[in-house]
């Protein structure tokens, strides 16, 4: 590449977010622009020729062989698109995963919402390309924009389609799956804003289908699950509508369809397992070693099991404090808490999971959330089939932020600014920063270890 582009602070090597080959900058591809040249060996023949350019204008923009100036890149070796921001941030890599049905989909869309309304922390998470967020920005628009008075759902995610690109690689199609890619950097509201260029990541998400991990779900020609190694953190979809035993246990204390017919039914601690054995692979971890990244099991649809605790809503109040001076930051010690309570709820009544999930990592954190903040109504349509719909105006996500937020602060050391924890002393009379706490069950909160949950 010609020295044209130095004026841009290049990161050393760059990855790239679709099928993670490893290449110095100079060595990207940039996308002809010109209507002349279409056909790509790689990509297709209704694909823009990908090519090494040899000129530049002004702007530091490639000039392709018709003269049109070009904007956008791609990898060397896919040939898919990678957006500028991935040249100058350092990508931060996260595995989203879980069972069929486990509301993956619900869950990023709600997790993007919420992150992009995080501006008291000094962080801003932003769309750092449009083109590979298009369906979670359209999802964005159906929960969170559309008319308050609609039935909304959202597809199921497919183990084929847009979430998804094929190439040629060589003499075989391969697929590989589509990132949401975002910018997350500190505001001028940070704490350590001097280090913003130290700090800032570009967080490279992936939203596979369900059964893709399950024996059989990935194969040489759709190595779609191949993040899972590069992941500088796992989060863990756990859904309790799916698991019997909860089910059982919230018999009389929610309303919910999904905790009664309309329920579903799945091991979730195989594909956790599975997930497990393809990181080994991946990263020659031996079987006697502990993954040692953050592992967030992200326990699902709190609005329908929270009638086995005495917190009806987990407010943002519980993980993210402002202090009297106005400094805001992640509650970390709270946050590691409701973790504990949590996984005493898990160990009753879904043992698998948490055997599965500390029988493979060293550092778990059990967090509650709900991605729409109520229950869903059964729908019947025109022709007699029922649906699970939910009212775009009642959607309130519940702590949907805060496994990103935890996860970020645990991976990269000052991007999210933490709260101070309460002094010995204050810790130990009822302060107001404490009644405004409230554990998630009746018990004494300063003993979490010997938490039991409402009506045990």
């Not at 919420?114 to 801003?124: C, D, K, M």
């Not at 449009?130 to 359209?138: V, Y």
């Not at 035993?245 to 309303?255: L, P, V």
């Not at 009806?312 to 970390?332: C, H, Q, Y």
Request: charged residues 25%; glycine residues 6%.
């Amino acid at each position: 590449m010609a020295t044209s582009t130095s004026a841009l602070p290049l990161r050393s090597e760059l990855t790239c977010p679709h099928c993670w080959h490893r290449f110095p900058p100079e060595n990207i591809c940039w996308i002809a622009e010109h209507s002349d040249l279409q056909g790509d060996p790689v990509t297709g023949p209704e694909s823009a020729l990908r090519f090494i350019p040899t000129q530049f204008n002004v702007d530091c923009n490639a000039i392709d062989a018709r003269g049109e100036a070009c904007k956008k890149l791609a990898c060397p070796k896919c040939h898919l698109g990678i957006c500028r921001s991935l040249l100058e941030l350092e990508p931060l890599f996260v595995s989203i995963l879980g069972a069929p049905s486990s509301g993956k989909s619900f869950y990023i869309t709600s997790m993007i919402h919420q992150l992009e309304s995080t501006l008291q922390l000094g962080i801003s998470v932003g769309d750092a390309d449009p083109d590979a967020n298009e369906k979670l920005t359209s999802y964005k628009e159906l929960l969170f924009r559309s008319d308050t008075d609609s039935w909304v759902k959202l597809e199921k995610t497919q183990t084929e389609g847009d979430l998804y690109e094929a190439v040629m690689i060589g003499d075989r199609p391969v697929r590989y799956p589509k990132p949401f890619v975002y910018s997350v950097q500190p505001t001028r509201d940070h704490p350590q804003v001097g280090k913003a260029k130290k700090l800032s990541r570009a967080l490279c998400l992936y939203d596979n289908a369900g059964e893709h991990f399950l024996p059989g779900g990935v194969s040489s020609t759709a190595p779609v699950t191949q993040h899972l190694g590069l992941s500088s953190a796992l989060l863990f979809l756990f859904d309790p509508t799916q698991e019997p035993e909860f089910r059982a246990a919230c018999r009389g204390r929610t309303s919910d369809p999904q905790m009664g017919e309309y329920g579903k039914k799945f091991q979730q601690d195989l594909v956790l397992s599975d997930a497990a054995r393809r990181i080994r692979d991946q990263t020659k971890l031996s079987e006697t070693q502990m993954y040692d990244k953050p592992l967030i099991v992200v326990v699902t649809k709190y609005d329908a099991w929270a009638g086995l605790t005495s917190q009806k809503r987990l407010d943002d109040e519980l993980a993210i404090r402002t202090s009297p001076s106005g400094s805001t930051g992640l509650r970390v010690s709270a946050i590691e808490k409701v973790s504990e309570q949590i996984r005493g709820i898990l160990a009753k009544h879904a043992s698998g999971v948490v055997a599965a999930a500390e029988r493979f990592a060293s550092d778990v954190t059990y967090i509650p959330v709900s991605s729409i903040g109520c229950t869903p109504k059964v729908v019947s349509s025109a022709d007699g089939h029922d649906d699970l719909l939910v009212r775009a105006g009642d959607i309130h996500p519940m702590w949907a932020q805060v496994p990103m937020l935890y996860a970020l602060h645990k991976t990269v050391d000052g991007l999210v600014p933490v709260a101070k924890s309460s002094s010995r002393k204050n810790s130990k009379s009822q302060s107001p920063e404490r009644r405004k706490s409230p554990p998630l069950n009746k018990a004494d909160d300063a003993e979490p270890r010997e938490w039991k949950e409402t009506g045990s």
